[in-house]
T-cell receptor, first 112, second 114 residues
Framework: QQQVKQSPQSLIVQKGGIPIINCAYENTAFDYFPWYQQFPGKGPALLIAIRPDVSEKKEGRFTISFNKSAKQFSLHIMDSQPGDSATYFCAASKGAGNMLTFGGGTRLMVKP | DGGITQSPKYLFRKEGQNVTLSCEQNLNHDAMYWYRQDPGQGLRLIYYSQIVNDFQKGDIAEGYSVSREKKESFPLTVTSAQKNPTAFYLC?????????????FGQGTRLTVV
């Protein structure tokens, strides 16, 4: 059972565009929602994270929007650059410890 | 430099053979994890350990085994019982019991059955 559903699977945008990646979760006990960025052949690295007590968090060009009632959250990348081309994973965890449940990933390509 | 080191980067296994993937961390983290990554399926949890000499099964533990004899090390053995072991394996660590703390990942081991 996939507890975190991510869409789209792949996304192509032009440089300067604003790609949006969406995730939906089922378990209302989740209380931590990070996004990870992964380049080919590398391990994922934390990009930005949000807790359900806020509706939006921004770090540089990356913004998370969170809708607790809809059990959805999304990642927006402002002024996207070719260097942002990577696979992005949303994730969720609950309580203490970091047993992350990951979405299926979105492969983003930003064209010059 | 602090971090997580996985070795080898590439590993080839023959049918019916057990192989062990290494994961070492010098971040002084109590918790360590193993994930499997397949195309289009995200990362799935194999095993995790919150403390030395203790570990728990994740969602897809069948065909795998682990040990946690030292805080710094969490090796994963892929046994012959794992019917489809070809995948990218990722090790991670974090502060145990920390509320919403970051998980740090290694660079992965790509295992191929030949």
């Amino acid at each position: 059972q996939q507890q975190v559903k991510q869409s789209p699977q792949s996304l192509i945008v032009q440089k300067g565009g604003i790609p949006i990646i969406n995730c939906a979760y089922e378990n209302t006990a989740f209380d931590y929602f990070p996004w990870y960025q992964q380049f080919p052949g590398k391990g994922p690295a934390l990009l930005i994270a949000i807790r359900p007590d806020v509706s939006e968090k921004k770090e540089g060009r990356f913004t998370i929007s969170f809708n607790k009632s809809a059990k959805q959250f999304s990642l927006h990348i402002m002024d996207s650059q070719p260097g942002d081309s990577a696979t992005y994973f949303c994730a969720a965890s609950k309580g203490a410890g970091n047993m992350l449940t990951f979405g299926g990933g979105t492969r983003l390509m930003v064209k010059p | 430099d602090g971090g997580i080191t996985q070795s080898p980067k590439y590993l080839f296994r023959k049918e019916g053979q057990n192989v062990t993937l290494s994961c070492e961390q010098n971040l002084n983290h109590d918790a360590m994890y193993w994930y499997r990554q397949d195309p289009g399926q995200g990362l799935r949890l194999i095993y995790y350990s919150q403390i030395v000499n203790d570990f728990q099964k994740g969602d897809i533990a069948e065909g795998y085994s682990v040990s946690r004899e030292k805080k710094e090390s969490f090796p994963l053995t892929v046994t012959s019982a794992q019917k489809n072991p070809t995948a990218f394996y990722l090790c991670a660590s974090s502060i145990a019991g920390g509320m919403n703390t970051e998980a740090f990942f290694g660079q992965g081991t790509r295992l191929t059955v030949v």
